[in-house]
Structures are given as structure tokens and as C-alpha cells.
């Protein structure tokens, strides 16, 4: 089975421009969840999708949006780029009825805002 | 809220078992997980533990007491590559989000 797969792995943007990331999640899952990733803060939580519907949002600003399509496919969108929204971008498929305990990751996309 | 803490930095030498311990505090609880990721790699699923007890995937083990609010991920035959950081993490309420605790650097010595 193939796994998580996120587009693009790198991205350089502007402060002010918008970026979209793309995550492509495990054959079957159609739950996918996006995580920040910096060295100060670690693992934040962003969103969760199921079925095309967003059960949960962290504590992000509502620069941060996302959805999910009808094949699980998801994107998150990030608009009016910050310096401090440089991180790994993360994404994370789980299988029905694991509550999200079992959370299998793509590579990541790492942006780079200048 | 929901939190889990985790020691920061672990040390050991090759062959040597570590534990690494993680408390939570959660309010409704579905199990806990653990992760690991090499530096400028992503998180990789090791292992979860939804009821009390040790499950064991060949040199790692994980172990939850749910009446302690306690886990701990246990790596035997310790080698160079397990040097990576390692995650607890915990569904939030709903079981919509997975909160980690902020990772342990585990450094493996010859």
C-alpha cells in the first residue's frame, strides 16, 4: 500500500503571498490531519478532516483553513504569509475506528517564508 | 486541556534498553501512541496501546496504566539509528486530534 504522500517536499514564499500544500492520504483512510512543526513549539495540532468535514481545528489564526475532497485527498491553505509560519508542514492519515491513535505521516512539506 | 509530558533528552549506549516515560492528562482517554522521527524526517507510527498492558513489536515495547495516567515506550538492544527523537502522543476528547507531548531526544552512543 502506498503511503502518505504530501506535495510539494519544499516551498520559499514571500511574506504576504499565499501558499497551498497538498496531502494524498493511505488508500482507505479518510481521516487526515495537519500538524505545524517548528523547534520552539513541536507538534501542533491544525486540523483533522472526515468525510470531507472538518471535526476539529487547533489554535491557529483563520489564515489556516483547509478541506477535504470527496477521494480523501485534503489541502491546506495558508494566506498573507508570516516569517513565523516557516515550519514542517505535516499530514497524517488513520484508519476508521482507531480514534486517531494510529496516525501514519507523509514526508512533510517545508516551507520557507522570506 | 489536555497535556503530556515527556523527559527532554535521554542518553544510553548501544545494546542498552532505555525507557522513555510519558504522564497525561486527558479528559475522556482512548489509548496512547508513539512515534518516532529522525532529524529532517517525518514522525514514523511505532506502536499504541489502547488498554492497560505491554504490547511488544520486536526491540520496542509500549506500556500503558491507565490508572496512572502513565506510559512508557521501552527500546532493547539499543543501536546507533534508534538516535532520533520519540513522541507521546493521545487523542484529544472527541478522538478527532492527536496531541503529542514535546518529544524526546534519545542519543545512542558507541
New interface residues.
Partial sequence: KAGVTQTPRYLIKTRGQQVTLSCSPISGHRSVSWYQQTPGQGLQFLFEYFSETQRNKGNFPGRFSGRQFSNSRSEMNVSTLELGDSALYLCASSPVGTANLKAFFGQGTRLTVV | GQSLEQPSEVTAVEGAIVQINCTYQTSGF????W?QQHDG?????LS?N?LDGLEETGRFSSFLSRSDSYGYLLLQELQMKDSASY?C????Q??????????TTLSVSS
Avoid: D, Q, R
Avoid at chain 2, 482512548?30 to 501512541?33: E, I, N, R
Avoid at chain 2, 524526517?41 to 507510527?45: D, I, Q, R, S, V
Avoid at chain 2, 502522543?89 to 484529544?92: C, G, K, M, R, T
Fill in positions: 482512548y489509548g496512547l501512541s512515534y524526517g517525518a514522525p514514523t507510527f499504541y489502547a513522541f502522543a493521545a487523542p484529544n472527541a478522538g478527532t486530534a492527536l496531541i503529542f507531548g514535546k518529544g
